[in-house]
């Protein structure tokens, strides 16, 4: 579906309304969506806002840790 990180992040921007993103829950996505175990699925852009939403959680989990 994106074909780089600025495309996604751009897509993410767009579909949630933000202007700035985590970048930290951006590059977790980033990493997961580029690894070759993950590659050949269809993936929805309401997918890829749902993940973004869950790295974002998972981030702030840590960050109060």
């Known amino acids: 579906m994106c074909r780089d990180k600025e ?5 993410l921007i767009k579909e949630l309304k933000l202007e700035q993103l985590n970048e930290k829950a951006l590059d ?3 990493n ?8 050949g ?3 929805t852009r309401e997918h890829l806002v749902n ?3 869950t790295c974002v ?8 840790i």
């Open 7 to 11: 495309e996604l992040k751009q897509l």
């Open 28 to 30: 977790e996505m980033w």
């Open 32 to 39: 997961v969506i580029n690894s070759p175990a993950n590659r």
């Open 41 to 43: 699925y269809e993936v």
């Open 51 to 53: 993940y973004y939403l």
């Open 57 to 64: 959680r998972f981030e702030q989990l840590k960050d109060n």
